[in-house]
C-alpha cells in the first residue's frame, strides 16, 4: 500500500473512530488499566528512537520516569509524526512525546503540557555550506515533513529547493550522501549527527530562532495534563532531570533552570 493510500486509509478510520465518541484515556481510566500508552514518532535520536527492537532516548526515559511517578507502566507505540497530534482523540494512544514545538496553531488541536525542553533550529551543512537564512538561497534544503523547520523554510522570502524527508535521520543522511547541501533541525539533533559522522566535516550554524517543546494530550484532557505537570516538576526539582539531560546532551536542556 502506498503512502498515500494509507494516509487516506487513516484519516478515514480516524474520522470514524472520532463519530463513534473514542477519546484518549483520562487519568482515571489509566491508572485503572495501571498503564499509560505513550506515542512518539521514533525516528528523532537523541530524543526518541527504536534500537534493536526497543524504544529509546531521552523522551523516552523520561517518558518512563514520568509513568513511575504516576504509578503505571509505559505502554510506547510507534506513529508518524505528522499523524501524531491529529488522531489523538482515536483512542490509539494517551500521551505524545515526540519532539513537539509548541505553537499556537497545533494549540487549537491539542493540550500541552509545560515544557520538558528548550531547543530550537539550526542549519546543518558541510565545512563552506550556507550557515545563513539569506545562504540557502537557491540551495537544496533537506527537511523533515510536517516539522516547524519546514515550515520555517517555505515562509523564507526567496527562491530555494526544498527536498522533503519523512524523517530528521533521511535528511541528515541525504546531507552526508551529497543530495541536499544543508538540512534544517533541532540544535541538539545536529550536535548528535554531527558526534556520530566525526569525519563528515559537517558545521552548525548559530541559532535561528528557540522553540519550547511539550507533551500533548487530548483537547480537554485537563487531569492527565495536571498529573504529567506535576510528575515533570517533581523530576526537575529532584534532580532526575537535570542528571539524564546531561547524559544525553552534556547540559541542562530545560527552559527554566532552576
Avoid at 487549537?108 to 520538558?116: I, P
Avoid at 550554524?205 to 528557540?210: C, K, N, P, R
Wanted: aromatic share 6%; net charge positive.
Amino acid at each position: 500500500m502506498t503512502k498515500r493510500v494509507s494516509g487516506v486509509v487513516t484519516a478515514l478510520l480516524s474520522s470514524l473512530s472520532v463519530l463513534g465518541g473514542a477519546h484518549a484515556a483520562s487519568l482515571a481510566e489509566i491508572r485503572a488499566s495501571g498503564t499509560i500508552r505513550l506515542a512518539t514518532s521514533a525516528d528523532f535520536p537523541p530524543f526518541n528512537a527504536v534500537e534493536n527492537g526497543r524504544f529509546t532516548g531521552f523522551e523516552v526515559e523520561l517518558g518512563n520516569r514520568l509513568a513511575a511517578r504516576l504509578g503505571v507502566k509505559p505502554l510506547w507505540v510507534k506513529y508518524d509524526f505528522d499523524d501524531l497530534l491529529r488522531d489523538l482523540p482515536t483512542n490509539q494512544y494517551d500521551l505524545v512525546i515526540a519532539s513537539h514545538a509548541i505553537t499556537s496553531g497545533r494549540a487549537l488541536t491539542v493540550d500541552f503540557t509545560n515544557a520538558h525542553s528548550c531547543t530550537g533550529g539550526v542549519i546543518l551543512t558541510r565545512e563552506g555550506g550556507p550557515v545563513t537564512s539569506r545562504d540557502l538561497a537557491g540551495k537544496r534544503v533537506g527537511v523533515e515533513s510536517g516539522s516547524t523547520y519546514f515550515g520555517w523554510l517555505n515562509k523564507l522570502p526567496f527562491q530555494k529547493n526544498v527536498k522533503v524527508y519523512s524523517a530528521s535521520d533521511e535528511a541528515a543522511l541525504a546531507l552526508l550522501a551529497g543530495q541536499v547541501d544543508a538540512t534544517v533541525t533541532d540544535r541538539l539533533v545536529a550536535l548528535d549527527i554531527r558526534a556520530r559522522n566525526p569525519g563528515a566535516r559537517l558545521v552548525t550554524s548559530d541559532l535561528l530562532w528557540t522553540e519550547a517543546i511539550g507533551m500533548a494530550v487530548e483537547k480537554g484532557n485537563a487531569d492527565l495534563r495536571r498529573a504529567v505537570n506535576t510528575a515533570l516538576a517533581e523530576l526537575m526539582n529532584g534532580g532526575e532531570y537535570a542528571t539524564l539531560s546531561r547524559r544525553y546532551f552534556g547540559e541542562d536542556i530545560r527552559c527554566v533552570r532552576r
